[in-house]
């Protein structure tokens, strides 16, 4: 059986290469606009949802026996990498978030369940904790090597210094205005986290619509419903074809 991750890139292999080489253009500009800063996260040979690691023996065994008795994900999870899927596979398989697969290996990863090529640990598995929100801003710059230990050590001194002040500022805000991180690097960042929540949709790409801010009047509520009930009858009519046309 093809995997709906194979089935999705091969929609978009069928794609005519003057189109593709468009949205090769536009893709990558717009990936290094967004993390400009953070070069070595745009690396499409280097990714988190690229990885596909091994079941440890305690894991099979887990898997097996279940005698944790995780949540059914959990074991969706690692069913999944016995059956030799990636990361983006499973996440997509599922209709997951890839924060939801971050959360789901980090914890795998604790309990020493996964097996991880030594190559792919530092910066893979840094980019899962961080999506995942195991880890902050601070110490996931040090991890990818944007800081070294003793800036980030210097930075932790600093907002030590300020809180016993009872000024109270987050680390990013810190890192800035210590000149390791900027404006820009920061929303690169909050921005890698935001999207990592985000479903795949196979549809026009909707994936939530919120209603904007101060939109207290009943008249802006109903406008902005009456738009979230179109665009989902969109979605689900352009995911039907889609699924038609992949066959699933």
């Given at each position: 059986m093809q995997k709906t991750s194979d089935l999705f890139i091969q929609n978009?292999?069928?794609?005519?290469?003057?189109?593709?080489?468009?949205?090769?253009?536009?893709?990558?500009?717009?990936?290094?606009?967004?993390?400009?800063?953070?070069s070595q996260l745009?690396?499409?040979?280097?990714?988190?949802?690229?990885?596909?690691?091994?079941?440890?023996?305690?894991?099979?065994?887990?898997?097996?026996?279940?005698?944790?008795?995780?949540?059914?994900?959990?074991?969706?999870?690692?069913?999944?990498?016995?059956?030799?899927?990636?990361?983006?596979?499973?996440?997509?398989?599922?209709?997951?978030t890839l924060a939801d697969s971050a959360k789901i290996f980090c914890r795998l990863n604790e309990l020493e369940f996964l097996q991880i090529e030594d190559y792919l640990t530092n910066k893979n598995i840094a980019v899962a904790q961080f999506i995942a929100g195991k880890i902050k801003t601070g110490e996931f710059l040090k991890r990818i090597g944007k800081i070294n230990t003793i800036q980030l050590e210097q930075a932790i001194r600093y907002q030590k210094k300020l809180n016993d002040e009872g000024r109270h500022i987050k680390m990013a805000s810190i890192l800035i205005k210590m000149g390791f991180i900027t404006d820009k690097g920061l929303d690169s960042l909050l921005l890698l986290k935001d999207e990592a929540r985000k479903h795949l949709s196979f549809g026009i790409g909707l994936t939530s619509v919120k209603l904007p801010e101060g939109a207290q009047s009943e008249d802006q509520i109903a406008r902005m419903q009456r738009e979230i009930t179109r665009l989902e009858n969109e979605n689900i009519i352009m995911k039907k074809r889609l699924k038609k046309l992949l066959n699933l």
């Open positions: 978009i292999k069928n794609l005519p290469i003057w189109v593709k080489q468009v949205i090769t253009k536009e893709i990558l500009e717009d990936l290094r606009k967004k993390l400009d800063e953070f745009v690396e499409v040979d280097d990714l988190f949802q690229y990885m596909c690691p091994k079941l440890t023996f305690k894991g099979k065994q887990e898997l097996q026996e279940r005698n944790l008795r995780l949540s059914e994900g959990y074991y969706i999870f690692m069913q999944d990498l016995s059956e030799q899927n990636n990361i983006f596979e499973i996440t997509i398989k599922n209709n997951w």
